[in-house]
Antibody
Framework: EVQLVESGGGLVQPGGSLIVACAAS????????MSWVRQAPGKGLEWVSV????????YYADSVKGRFTISRDNSKNTVYLQMNSLRAEDTAVYYC?????????????WGQGTLVTVSS | QAGLTQPPSVSNVLRQTATLTCTGN????????AAWLQQHQGHPPKLLFY???NRPSGISERFSASRSGNTASLTITGLQPGDEADYFC???????????FGGGTKLTVL
């Protein structure tokens, strides 16, 4: 059974940094791209970033480019999102999602999400 | 990065049919189609349809998906109270190299 478990969310001040992680199990982690998708309170889904299985390729939404960095450790079956220069508008539940195929595959499994709140 | 266009809300009567739409352009929906996700209040999204309009295992046959040009559609027949949820479409934009989502449609079963 595929499981994705996010961790690391919390309250951070504007301009601060935070790392969220997603531990995966139930599939061959290194062969699938992984994404982060966020959802602000009461709003829709916003894709944040994707990384290929071997970490060779990453893409970012314009809203986070230059501030967020996605990475993965295949030995630990974990994907990370390093978030710097955080803004109030980054407040959201951050979901990690498994891509069904390569970097353009659908998000076929989702974690429960971790809440990041940016506020003073 | 412009997203996909979905009507904010759709409603219909119990046991009737609802059709939700998702409009993009030739670089996203028109390129490889759109996936559909269902999200119940307080829960993470769940994949309903792959971009090729195939259902993952466990998804009811009351749900079907199709595409015509740059518009994808999700049809739900025999509406049930449990179908009340937010429905999102998503597609890879091959020009921008980003994933784009629709704003979501809130389905109400009357």
């Amino acid at each position: 059974e595929v499981q994705l478990v996010e961790s690391g969310g919390g309250l951070v001040q504007p301009g601060g940094s935070l790392i969220v992680a997603c531990a995966a199990s139930g599939f061959t982690f290194s062969t699938y791209a992984m994404s982060w998708v966020r959802q602000a309170p009461g709003k829709g889904l916003e894709w944040v970033s994707v990384i290929t299985g071997g970490s060779a390729t990453t893409y970012y939404a314009d809203s986070v480019k230059g501030r967020f960095t996605i990475s993965r450790d295949n030995s630990k079956n974990t994907v990370y999102l390093q978030m710097n220069s955080l803004r109030a508008e980054d407040t959201a539940v951050y979901y990690c999602a498994k891509d069904s195929d390569g970097i353009t595959g659908e998000f076929d499994y989702w974690g429960q999400g971790t809440l990041v709140t940016v506020s003073s | 990065q412009a997203g996909l266009t979905q009507p904010p809300s759709v409603s219909n009567v119990l046991r009737q049919t609802a059709t939700l739409t998702c409009t993009g352009n030739s670089n996203n929906v028109g390129y490889q189609g759109a996936a559909w996700l269902q999200q119940h209040q307080g829960h993470p999204p769940k994949l309903l349809f792959y971009r090729n309009n195939n259902r993952p295992s466990g998804i009811s046959e009351r749900f079907s998906a199709s595409r015509s040009g740059n518009t994808a559609s999700l049809t739900i027949t025999g509406l049930q109270p449990g179908d009340e949820a937010d429905y999102f479409c998503s597609a890879w934009d091959t020009s921008l190299r980003v994933w784009v989502f629709g704003g979501g449609t809130k389905l109400t079963v009357l």
